[in-house]
């Protein structure tokens, strides 16, 4: 796997798009030890997402991903009030709630570990949404 090589591929400089479906979101969720079991993601315009867990549903706008060791998702919750339920419902370590900003470390997130050797590469990571999908941008420059 390519990602095993990161260092034999310096120089390499990647620019694409990914399309994730609402339903590769839900599969992340349930993916790895510690899954979410009856959480479900759909995928709606203008950069936003509905959660729901249980009987919660939050609407939340995704505000970017800030790139690094560990890149982190920035999503704004609509209300307040759904934001102290997120915080007391969804018990992830890789998740933190502060008044309605939720930050995902998605270093963190099992699913997504076996990219960590690709994440201090990453450069520019843009998302927007369509219904059902998500469109991920990305930049990658592997320099060393």
Known sequence: MILDRVPQVAGTHVNGTVRVAAAGLNELLRAGPAPLSGC???VAAGNRVVVRYGMLHATATIDGVAT????????????FVVA????AALRQPFVQVRGRLVVVDLGAVPALRPYAALFPHV???DIETAPG????????????
């Open 40 to 42: 479900d993601v759909a």
């Open 68 to 79: 690094g060791p560990s890149p982190r998702l920035q999503v704004s919750l609509a209300s």
């Open 123 to 125: 450069r520019r990571v």
């Open 133 to 144: 999908e998500l469109r991920v941008g990305v930049e990658i420059l592997v320099s060393e």
């Open 84 to 87: 102290l339920a997120v915080r």
